[in-house]
């Protein structure tokens, strides 16, 4: 059984910190994006959507970050405020900095891909004044992503919120979220990357992702020697996904998971590790089987690839345990 020491008398499950942006998700599929002419705006971010994704699962959710003065900002503070979470820790820039922006490409089901707008954004400018340690105490967990280390001041805050919840025994989980565009080498990357996974208790990263952290080792590693680094760390669940192939779970007890993936119809590739982390960490909240949570996630991961939004599409629990039983039905 893993060791996750979730400390029940806390009112928030879950906080995420980082990244609030905007999605434009094309309305016309199977064409590039030269000849695409009209898009449906979303909240989006891997964080928010993870935090989101939690808070229609049921978890009581808040969340650290930074808007633009302006109508996109006001858009995104009203949207999570709609879905239950709390933003009494988003502030509001004052630098005159703006949303960040994510065009996507939807050429086919497997063929799609995003343009991102990412100069002098707003949540890049989320600085240490903004991160407080009582909030920090009243939470469960706290949920961090690679986006937000791209850069000061959003680094330092980001550290200083791993910092708070190490003190006060706060899970940690790390999502990789690793976006190269963002960065300016992978060396730079990696470093500010292995700083912040030492501090985490969960893990959650695609093979390529864990591949660039560990490219100052001699070799490189299987999913085993991956997990075990982390281990020797503080890491107590190291998941590693291979796409359509399923994803490796690894427990600091020694034990691993095996899952698959769902068949549905797919429309779009991206949202899917957002939507499985989501339900990953209630399953581990909730104190699931391992080997149930991924289910559990995967389940989720198919639900919103077959659909046009990221944030919106993030399911209800009974939405996924009646997905899973027409699957298995199906099977059958």
């Known amino acids: 059984m893993y060791k996750l020491n979730f400390l029940s008398e806390r009112p928030f499950d879950l906080i ?70 709390d933003t009494s ?21 497997e063929d799609c891909s995003i343009l991102m707008y990412r100069d002098n954004v707003a949540d890049l400018k989320l600085d240490t004044t903004n991160v407080s340690e009582a909030y920090i105490k009243k939470s469960k967990t706290l949920l961090i992503s690679g986006t937000a280390l791209a850069a ?26 690793y976006r190269a565009y963002t960065w300016k ?38 999913d085993e020697q991956t997990a075990q680094k982390w281990f020797d760390h503080h890491a107590e ?16 007890s020694g034990s691993s998971y095996t899952g698959g993936t769902f068949k549905t119809k797919v429309l779009k590739t991206f949202g899917a590790g957002d939507s499985y982390a989501s339900a990953f960490i209630y399953g581990l909240m909730n104190s699931w089987e391992i080997s149930e949570a991924m289910e559990f ?14 944030s919106d599409a993030m399911p209800s629990s009974d939405e996924i345990k009646q997905f899973i039983a027409t699957a298995k039905k199906q099977e059958a």
């Open 185 to 222: 080498s992978e060396k730079e990357t990696a470093t500010y990357y292995n700083l912040a996974a030492e501090k985490s208790d969960v893990i959650i990263g695609t093979r390529e992702e864990f591949d660039m952290m560990e490219q100052f080792e001699k070799s490189q590693n299987t």
């Open 297 to 310: 996630g995967s389940a989720s991961a198919a639900i919103v690839i077959s659909k046009h939004s990221c």
């Open 89 to 109: 820790s988003v502030a509001v820039d004052n630098t005159g900095a703006m949303t960040g922006l994510a065009f996507t490409e939807i050429k086919s089901p």
């Open 16 to 85: 995420g910190i980082g990244r609030l942006s905007i999605d434009l998700n094309a309305d016309q599929f199977n064409r590039p994006m030269e000849d695409t002419t009209s898009f449906t705006k979303y909240v989006g971010g891997s964080p928010a959507n993870i935090t989101i994704g939690a808070s229609r699962l049921g978890l009581k959710a808040g969340f650290i970050g930074k808007v633009s003065d302006d109508q996109m900002g006001r858009f995104i503070t009203r949207y999570l405020e709609e879905n239950t979470i």
């Open 152 to 177: 000061s001041p959003s680094r330092e805050a980001v550290f200083l919120a791993l910092d708070y919840a190490r003190k006060h025994e706060v899970i940690v989980v790390f999502d990789l979220d």
């Open 237 to 252: 669940i190291v998941v590693i996904k291979h796409g359509g192939e399923g994803s490796i779970t690894y427990t600091k």
